[in-house]
């Protein structure tokens, strides 16, 4: 049951970073338009490589995973269904997502596939939308801009964006700002895994905005000082206790199920 509240009480924190994905900027249809670079975002930002500290982040966090070799497939290309995976983990959800098993009402998004559960909840929450057909088409590629929509709205600054141009220039004005670009290569419209992966990385020390409400129900807006998605994954790591075993040695109960990364404890 203590596990269950945690879940539900880091759902309602969380909830107030991402609540600004507008209804009428949401991916339905939204064409690709040209990239529009500077000089200085051409200036060769190194490609994200698999012992880069980003990955190394990213992978200790429990947002990225290998596939069944192993492998991160960085230079992959990243589906729809993939990157709202990355997303759900970035917000600490991933439980939430599979305990709740929303419907997205996806055409193409059926109730059995592996995503499913994380596309219905960030379609709950506006975060990820589908297309006016009532599809999702998560074999689709993420683009930059689908990509930078996201991360700007899971940091809560959505609403500032949607204000300030909407999308997608609203929005890649602001993930510009706030760093969630830095290090990209802006060779394509289309990413990959790494591109998210640098994105992602790039977004998780970045201070969250929340919305607050005064008496007379207006809406107000205030950076916080310390929060932010890296301390709020953190959270669910937080334990206190006696390590019993790791994956060399024990103290109580033999095993030899464990990772290197990973240990018992009180158990």
């Known amino acids: 049951m203590k596990r ?3 879940i539900f009480i880091a759902f309602i924190l969380t909830m107030s970073t991402v609540v600004f994905a507008d209804e009428t900027a949401k991916d339905n249809n939204e064409q690709d338009l040209s990239i529009k670079t500077t000089e200085s975002d051409k200036k060769a930002p190194q490609k994200v490589e698999k012992d880069s500290e ?9 947002i990225l995973l290998a596939d069944e070799n192993g492998d991160m497939n960085l230079e ?5 269904a993939e990157f709202s995976a990355i997303i759900t983990r970035l917000l600490n959800f991933e439980e939430l997502a599979k305990s709740l098993k929303i419907e997205s009402n996806f055409s193409d998004v059926p109730s059995g596939e592996w995503y499913a559960p994380y596309v219905g909840l960030l379609n709950q929450l506006n975060i ?28 809560g600054y959505g609403k500032v964006a949607f204000d300030d141009g909407g999308y997608p220039d609203g929005y890649r004005k602001k993930g510009q700002k706030l760093g969630i670009l830095n290090d990209i290569k802006f060779e394509s419209n289309v990413l990959k895994r790494g591109d998210v992966v640098q994105m992602v990385y790039n977004a998780l020390d970045i201070k969250v905005m929340y919305q607050t409400f005064n008496v007379g129900g207006d809406i107000k807006y205030y950076i916080s000082q310390d929060e932010t998605l890296r301390s709020n994954m953190e959270k669910k790591f937080k ?3 006696v390590v019993t075993a790791n994956y060399k040695s024990y ?6 199920l464990l990772e290197e990364d990973e240990v018992i404890i009180n158990d």
């Open 251 to 256: 103290l109580i109960t033999p095993t030899n």
């Open 128 to 155: 990820m939308r589908g297309h006016d057909d009532g599809t999702f088409k998560p074999q689709d590629n993420v683009t930059l801009d689908e990509a930078t929509k996201v991360l700007v709205c899971c940091l």
């Open 4 to 6: 269950v509240i945690a």
């Open 239 to 241: 334990e206190t206790g």
């Open 54 to 62: 980003a990955v190394f982040e990213l992978k200790a966090l429990g």
């Open 76 to 80: 992959n290309e990243i589906t729809r």
